[in-house]
């Protein structure tokens, strides 16, 4: 089998903390040591239990069942099986669970240098999302500062349900940083649980956390756009990654008529919601969530109303497909183009500029 | 929302008959007194209703309008919104033409009180109430048989009283809550339910006691509209995931003002991932979208709006023309006009489906 994928940008894919002590030369002495007296053992998050189907597809586990340990893995797939030419590694591993602030702080450093260190330094095809500790804003702005210099990270990664919403004003300074450095906001599936995942407590089965998923991706959205952020941040884009897709324009007819007879509520939201939506923000494509049906999926794309929202991603080493080709039939030839390159270079600033050079591969 | 409609917009197009899913009669407390004990009455004078969340008076996100109402819908007589009949036969029944309504009360009937046994108290009058003042009086309208969803003991009793009975069409609950709708404690509920051969309504609205949204609490009426869909989705999920309708393949649920754009996009989901993962849930037999074909009905309002009318008809296709329901949410501020909302190109037989036809088959209506 082959990908028509050649040349892709791959906007998610998701490298494995090994271990814990994996992190250990990039953690003071202070924290190596309460590690050790303390027994803690991993930041794994519920979100992904190791060995559930979702969390990596069978034949890309390796002999200790683990998936995307190491850039050659992310090599061998993404980039010779898949034909990518690019990838944005989004590491999940659960710092953003961590509650006390200090130590959140410290392992999302380390998280950030480990990446940059062990993938991005081991292959100039990599990319990768700056973890942030959304447990204190003050030290996100301050992790953004400091590794934006380095181009090879080129968006700002926070999870799709937290402690408040997104849009909340106490994370404006956040923003201001991600406009500032041309930073996308990356909105990943997974939870700090700081709530149950639903409205109504918590699910009995890991098949209802991660269908989820989908309700907080909507829940940021609508905070993100009623709070204001657009209007205060009109150059800021938010890609929602591993989000699903076809939930969107049934959200966004039901938010725009809302929007019509409640906007007193909200003045400073002075367009419709979904002209907001179509403009700022971004969707990953795995996983895409239609029956194998191409005229169904042609339909359910084509009320997004826009050619320019979707990102490719395998979402590797994620279980979202089988076969070679994370595109769906039914996606039209033309759309599948921008799709695989067009659209995530319009989205990340830092790749329109810092392209690998022709032949470098 | 706040029109004045001057003259009734009569049209060829609107002489179909009107099954009206979602009218919300409102009781002051003094109107149920008949039906409660001394006691309880008195508990309510000192402690008042207790629903989760903080405020002895109103609402965690206030409302665009007073009660939530129409501002035209205010009875001349004095009183809140659709607490006088006469006034609701006028501007709502009358004035439509609505063939039958159901009736869905909402606060005071008690629903998701932390004190349940003021839910268990609440519901047996407002369902006293609903009958002698709305039903009796007025044989277009059909009762909800409200149930105090945390007990389901409780609940259970008050289906059985009502078993039988052809003023009620369904039992009633809310959308959040204190668990989602398909843990084994409210099953009871559904097995009284398919016994009575009543459907299960749920209505949006509600306090779960956990946060809104599973990122924390919005912060806008705006957002607790949107999350009342989203709400739903899960509630669905879990009813589909536990294996509710394996257990009681006679379950008919009616999911009333939680919009309807996204349960297509929802049964894909829940498929893609029920594939993977089917291991876990061995009890979900089917492809989750086939429950939700099979087992579900929906109310229209609030309606969907898109300036291409031809995506919200794909949707409806992808839902079944034979599964919508028409409802106004008389007197609510967001009432969906039965002359002026369905889509203008859907057919005839279409438009006769979800007015009507539906809802006389679901509710088995003479």
Not at chain 2, 12 to 35: N, S
Request: hydrophobic share 40%.
């Amino acid at each position: 089998m082959t990908s028509s994928g050649a040349g892709s940008i791959d906007c998610d894919v998701h490298p494995t903390v090994p271990d814990l002590r994996a992190l250990f030369p990039y953690l003071d002495e202070v924290w190596r040591e309460s590690i050790e007296q303390r027994g803690i053992l991993s930041f794994e998050s519920a979100s992904y239990p190791p060995n559930a189907p979702i969390t990596a597809r069978p034949e890309w586990r390796g002999a200790n069942g683990q998936a995307a340990t190491s850039a050659a893995d992310i090599g061998r797939h993404v980039f010779d099986r898949f034909k990518s030419s690019l990838a944005i590694c989004n590491c999940l591993y659960g710092v953003q669970l961590v509650l006390n602030e200090d130590m959140a702080i410290a392992f999302t450093r380390a998280l950030n240098d480990w990446i940059a260190k062990e993938w991005l330094d081991r292959d100039e095809r990599l990319r990768a999302s700056i973890v942030v500790p959304m447990q204190n804003v003050e030290a996100a702005v301050a992790e953004i500062e400091r590794l934006a210099p380095d181009r090879r990270f080129v968006q700002i990664l926070v999870l799709a349900m937290q402690e408040v919403p997104l849009g909340r004003r106490q994370f404006w300074p956040i923003y201001a940083a991600a406009e500032r450095h041309k930073l996308p906001l990356g909105i990943h599936a997974g939870s700090s649980y700081r709530h149950p995942v639903t409205a109504l407590g918590w699910p009995s089965y890991y098949v209802e956390d991660y269908a989820a998923q989908a309700q907080g991706f909507q829940s940021q959205v609508a905070s993100l756009i009623s709070e204001g952020v657009f209007a205060k941040f009109p150059a800021l884009k938010v890609v929602l990654m591993e989000s699903g897709v076809t939930w969107l324009p049934g959200f966004l007819w039901r938010f725009s008529k809302y929007w019509r007879g409640l906007r007193t509520e909200v003045p400073w939201v002075d367009r419709p919601p979904e002209e907001i939506v179509r403009e700022h923000f971004r969707l990953t494509l795995q996983p895409f969530d239609a029956p194998a049906k191409p005229d169904l999926v042609e339909r359910a794309v084509a009320h997004l109303r826009s050619e320019d929202m979707l990102l490719y991603s395998s979402d590797f080493p994620h279980w979202q497909f089988d076969g070679n080709d994370p595109v769906p039939a039914g996606i039209p030839e033309g759309l599948r183009r921008k799709i695989l390159v067009e659209n995530p270079i319009a989205t990340y600033d830092r790749l329109k500029t810092d392209r690998p050079q022709e032949g470098v591969r | 929302m706040n029109m004045e409609l001057k003259q009734p917009l009569r049209t060829a197009k609107t002489k179909l008959a009107i099954v009206d899913c979602d009218i919300h009669p409102r009781a002051m407390l003094e109107d149920v007194r008949p039906y409660l004990t001394n006691p309880w009455w008195d508990y309510l004078q000192t402690y008042g209703l207790r629903p989760r969340h903080g405020h002895v008076k109103g609402y965690p996100f206030p409302k665009p309008t007073p009660l939530a109402s129409r501002r035209d819908s205010w009875p001349p007589t004095g009183g809140p919104p659709a607490s006088d009949l006469d006034f609701t036969r006028e501007q709502h029944l009358d004035f439509y033409g609505i063939e039958t309504g159901i009736l869905n009360p909402l606060q005071p009937s008690g629903q998701g009180d932390q004190n349940p046994e003021v839910s268990a108290a609440l519901a047996f009058a407002i369902n006293e109430w609903q009958v002698a003042d709305w039903v009796r009086r007025e044989p277009r309208l059909k009762a909800s048989v409200v149930v105090p969803y945390e007990d389901a003991a409780a609940s259970v009793t008050e289906i059985r009283r009502r078993a039988g009975n052809r003023d009620f069409a369904h039992v009633l609950l809310l959308s959040r809550t204190g668990e989602a709708l398909g843990r084994r404690r409210y099953w009871p509920i559904y097995q009284a339910a398919v016994e009575a051969g009543l459907p299960v309504g749920i209505h949006v609205f509600g306090y779960s006691g956990w946060a809104m949204t599973g990122t924390g609490w919005p912060s806008f009426y705006l957002e607790e509209g949107i999350e009342n869909a989203t709400t739903t989705q899960q509630l669905i999920t879990s009813m589909i995931m536990e294996g509710v309708f394996e257990r009681y393949p006679d379950l008919k649920v009616v999911l009333i003002e939680t919009g309807f754009a996204w349960l297509p996009a929802l049964g894909w989901r829940l498929d893609k991932h029920w594939e993977r993962m089917r291991d876990e849930v061995p009890h979900v037999k089917r492809p989750p979208s086939e429950y939700l074909r099979e087992h579900f009905w929906v109310s229209t309002q609030p309606m969907e709006e898109t300036d291409k009318p031809d995506e919200l008809i794909d949707v409806m296709e992808w839902i079944g023309f034979d599964r919508l329901l028409f409802a106004s949410d008389y007197p609510h501020w967001d009432f969906d006009d039965p002359f002026l909302s369905l889509p203008p190109s859907l057919s005839d037989a279409r438009r006769r489906a979800i007015y009507a036809d539906n809802a006389r088959a679901l509710y088995r209506l003479a």
